[in-house]
């Protein structure tokens, strides 16, 4: 346990991850302005006292910092973070106006940062292949309810999403698709002995994904739509926590052997 605490790698990893996030938020914002003055007046109001400059030479400095921090782990991990930073700016200069590439990158590019250090590890045991999928599914159902908290501002913006582009219905059938199949994985969980006191997490999600189901069903506000969107939100973030509660030898056994 001591090595994989006192790991400089690891600690490298965290550092370029946390980086190359803040930045693509960033970003994400900057390319988002006029859009976030119709869906966020508030927060684009406050966004108004930070000028366009300071915002990019921001961005450019986090994503030297992660760079850099991924070079002193290797020459690997700095071209999967320099490839990670150019897939954000792509997907907030280009790909998010598009509908299916869009809402493929941003589940895509959401998940990423929180499998880095497995795939560093080498760790692809098939609890964290299935544990992906759960993730991708909520990941991608929470961008679509965003999409449908969003449509004024798309639609204003000329923004092809998903929900412009094929309306409430289509997107609400999507969404209830999703809340379906998330029922697959969390079922294939349960069945490892590894998951541990984390189970308690899936039983907590599945209960707030019915939630979901039936309060969508009668939602057409937008704060309403707002309302599931954060509550997904929330469900993710707890999920980050509840980490700490799986079987670590999940973890650590990769990691020993690796440091060996």
Request: glycine residues 4%.
């Amino acid at each position: 346990m001591t090595s994989v605490v006192f790991d400089l790698h690891l600690f490298y990893i965290v550092i370029a991850t946390v980086c190359v996030v803040a930045s693509g938020y960033i970003i994400n914002n900057f390319y988002d302005s006029q859009v976030d003055r119709i869906n966020r007046p508030f927060k684009s109001g406050l966004d108004n006292y930070i000028k366009q400059e300071t915002k990019l030479s921001l961005y450019f400095t986090l994503n030297f910092i992660g760079f850099v921090f991924g070079f002193l782990v290797s020459w690997k991990a700095a071209l999967f973070f320099g490839i990670y930073i150019f897939a954000i700016w792509f997907y907030s200069h280009n790909l998010k106006k598009h509908p299916f590439r869009g809402l493929l990158a941003a589940t895509i590019l959401t998940i990423l940062p929180f499998f880095a250090i497995f795939v560093y590890y080498k760790n692809f045991s098939k609890i964290i292949f299935v544990h992906a999928v759960f993730l991708f599914l909520v990941i991608m159902l929470r961008e679509l309810i965003k999409e449908l908290e969003n449509l004024t501002g798309a639609i204003a913006n000329n923004y092809k999403t998903f929900t412009v582009s094929y309306g409430e219905k289509i997107t609400k059938k999507l969404c209830f698709a999703l809340l379906f199949l998330t029922i697959f994985p969390v079922v294939i969980l349960f069945s490892y002995p590894e998951l541990s006191y984390m189970k308690y997490y899936f039983y907590f999600a599945l209960i707030t994904l019915i939630f979901v189901g039936f309060y969508l069903l009668k939602s057409t506000k937008r704060s309403q739509y707002r309302f599931l969107h954060n509550i997904l939100k929330l469900l993710l973030l707890v999920g980050v926590f509840c980490l700490v509660f799986i079987d670590t030898s999940l973890i650590i056994e990769k990691v020993i052997d690796k440091l060996n």
